[in-house]
C-alpha cells in the first residue's frame, strides 16, 4: 500500500530536549516536504526536499532541521524544542513538484 | 511573496445543494499551480484537485470543480451534490512552476459543514 508514515503519532515533550519526527515513503517519490497546522493559521512550509541531499527552507524554517540521506526517510529535527513548536505536524511526498499529494497522518506535538 | 487568502473561515451547506469556496492568490508569476485540499476530522489531508496556470480549461473531479480566473487572481472551489462526507476543512494552495522550487504556500483554511 502506497503511503507516507510518520512516527511518532503523538508526542509531549520538555523545552529544550531534543527530539525527532521520522517520516518514510515507499512510492521512491523524489519530493518531500514538513508542515505545521496552527488554528486560523493554515499549513506552513517548514522544509522541503527535491531529492537525495537537496534540502531548501520553508516559510517557517526557525529551530528546525532536516536531512536527506535517502529518498524514502525525511526526518525533522527539533535540537531544542520551546512551547512555540506546539503544533500539528504534516509529512509529504510526491513524485514529482506539482503536486504533494500524499501526506502523513499527522504528528501532534505538545512542548511543555 | 506569494500570499494565498480564504476569506471565509465557516460555511455551511443542506446535504444535496451545491456550494462554492473562495480562494484569491497573490503573486507575480505566471508559471504555477493551485490546489484545494480536504481535511476531514480524521485530520488527514487529501489533495481534491489541482489546476495547471497555463490550461485555461477548469479542472474537475467528479462533484468537485474550480472556477480559475487568473486575471482576477481568483481559484473558487464548487462542490456539487454535497455530501455528509464533504463536511471537513478545505484548504486552497499555490506552488509556483518556475525555478524547480517545491515551496507550496496555503490558505487559512474554509470549514465547511454539511447539514443533513
Known amino acids: 500500500e502506497a503511503q507516507v508514515t510518520q512516527n511518532p503519532r503523538y508526542l509531549i515533550t520538555v523545552t529544550g530536549k531534543k527530539l525527532t519526527v521520522t517520516c518514510s515513503q515507499n512510492m521512491n517519490h523524489e519530493y518531500m516536504s514538513w508542515y505545521r497546522q496552527d488554528p486560523g493559521l493554515g499549513l506552513r512550509q517548514i522544509y522541503y526536499s527535491m531529492n537525495v541531499e537537496v534540502t531548501d527552507k520553508g516559510d517557517v524554517p526557525e529551530g528546525y532541521k532536516v536531512s536527506r540521506k535517502e529518498k524514502r526517510n525525511f526526518p525533522l529535527i527539533l535540537e531544542s524544542p520551546s512551547p512555540n513548536q506546539t503544533s500539528l505536524y504534516f509529512c509529504a511526498s510526491s513524485l514529482k513538484t506539482g503536486s504533494p499529494g500524499f501526506f502523513g497522518p499527522g504528528t501532534r506535538l505538545t512542548v511543555l | 511573496a506569494q500570499t494565498v487568502t480564504q476569506s471565509q473561515p465557516e460555511m455551511s451547506v443542506q446535504e444535496a445543494e451545491t456550494v462554492t469556496l473562495s480562494c484569491t492568490y497573490d503573486t507575480s508569476e505566471s508559471n504555477y499551480y493551485l490546489f484545494w485540499y480536504k481535511q476531514p476530522p480524521s485530520r488527514q489531508m487529501i489533495l481534491v484537485i489541482r489546476?495547471?496556470?497555463?490550461?485555461?480549461q477548469n479542472a474537475t473531479e467528479n462533484r468537485f470543480s474550480v472556477n480559475f480566473q487568473k486575471a482576477a487572481k481568483s481559484f473558487s472551489l464548487k462542490i456539487s451534490d454535497s455530501q455528509l462526507g464533504d463536511t471537513a476543512m478545505y484548504f486552497c494552495?499555490?506552488?509556483?512552476?518556475?525555478?524547480?522550487?517545491?515551496?507550496?504556500?496555503f490558505g487559512q483554511g474554509t470549514t465547511l459543514q454539511v447539514k443533513p
Open positions: 489546476q495547471e496556470a497555463y490550461k485555461q
Open positions: 494552495a499555490f506552488m509556483t512552476g518556475s525555478g524547480n522550487t517545491g515551496k507550496l504556500i
